[in-house]
């Protein structure tokens, strides 16, 4: 019994690195596509957003506040995959994680715009960076969902149940 229990543990603490994993490299991966995607100017908005409400200058807005911003929105990340690992991981459909990174774009460009003095209203913002950046945070979502979903299935699925 006591095996058993400290095997679960075992298993509950490897997953929850594993969520960590995926959610600080998704949030680098996905963040530098999004630098890209800035740089070639398919989106006004690049990564040095999360800058704008602490940090001043225009250091910000040049490639070391994008750096900067990559190393932050893949340590936020951490935190998105977290509250993925607990409040979708159970689903095995990989319309959780759009839904999930759907969510996640309307809570930035809409609810957390008030703390951005530098993002356009969505109005003006432009069609191409609307579609870019909700194509960037669904393709982020899926990635995370898709990845802790899978990890989740094979930790502990009803059909892969380990035998000691």
Known sequence: MEDKKSQQMETDGSFMSRVISVGFFGGLIWSLIAFLAYYLNFTKVGP????????LGKWKNEWLGHLIGV???????????????????????????????????FIVFYVLHPIFPGLEPMNKIGKNTVVTTLCLFILYGLFIGMTISFEYSERYGTNNQKSS
């Open 48 to 55: 040095a957003l999360i800058l704008a409400p602490w940090a």
């Open 71 to 105: 190393v932050i929105l893949a340590l936020l990340s951490i935190l998105v995959a977290i509250g993925y690992r607990f409040l979708l991981s159970k689903v095995k459909s990989m319309w959780a994680g759009i839904l999930y990174g759907t969510v996640l774009w």
